[in-house]
């Protein structure tokens, strides 16, 4: 494996994937390359495509599950200036790196809301665009204006949403390369917009196994019907495959237990899929993204 620079990038080689996932699993990354701004992000595309190396873009690894071979090629996740973001109006320009969360509080700090629900979406604004990220209140593709993504020349293309399909857990930002986004907020009441961040945050704490190694929901919902609900139907909850576990609290999450390899969690996703499958005739379909694998 030859060496891989990026000017003023931080490269690791062999990263570990369990340390940048919520899951905490995952084998080596060939290089992981943290890019500070613009210029070394071109720098590292134009690396990468002279090499033929892939290139995978992580957030926050908070809908991954890496394979515990972990990944060929290049991951790379933006940090610097793509961890910033600016408030003009109503409207907030974000860097795909911001985390959700944060962006969600510091808003509300400055009295903008219409954002609230996706407070508990541990994820970044890259990933929830890219995933369409959402709750049963509001998904991210509705309160997007635009979204900046990287062109092969290397410069920035705006992208209105009329040009993006959002779809459930899905976009056609999939594949691109995400860098900010203009998101279009309303102007509120701080006295209304904290106790609704409260709100959404206490009621996933009485229902989501917070505090556990997880990905979120491990299954989409099919139509007309609740992962959750099917896969408790179907008797599943506590199912344990090795050191993986379905939640005992929200049978739609899968839990580390601690020492848990991906292949525990692949297993127990099939073991689930073929349960519900069985009882019900229903397929269900991962919304986290398995991704990585062996040379
Ligand atoms: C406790 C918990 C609760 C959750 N609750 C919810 C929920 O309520 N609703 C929900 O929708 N999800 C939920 N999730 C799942 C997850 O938080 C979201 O899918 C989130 O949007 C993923 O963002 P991320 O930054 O972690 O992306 P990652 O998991 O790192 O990546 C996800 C996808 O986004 C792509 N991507 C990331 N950044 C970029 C970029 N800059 N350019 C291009 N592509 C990019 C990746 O390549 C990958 O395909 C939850 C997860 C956890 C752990």
Redesign the pocket.
Known sequence: MKELIVLGAAVKEREPMAQ????AVGGPADWYVEVFNLEQLAALVKKARGRALPL?????????LVDDFGIRGVV???GGE?EKFTVEGDRVRAG??V??PTLVKQCADQFLGGIE??V????????????????RDL??GTIVESVE?LERDGTLKNMLKDEIKFSY?SST???????FATLKLKRGNKDDIIPAIQKFLSY?LKT???G?L????VFKNPPGHFAAELIEKAGLKGLTIGRAQVSGKHAN?IVNCGGATAQDIKDLIMTVQHAVKEKFSISLDP???I?GGPR
């Open positions: 940048h996932t919520t899951l995978f873009f992580m957030g926050a690894g908070s809908n991954l790379a996740h933006l793509f795909a790196g985390f959700l629900p996706l508990g979406v541990p994820g970044t604004v890259g990933g929830a665009l890219a995933m369409n990220a959402g709750t998904e991210m993504i857990r930002l999939q594949g691109t390369t995400i860098c996933r989501q196994p917070i556990t997880n990905v979120g929901s999450f919304e986290v993204k991704v």
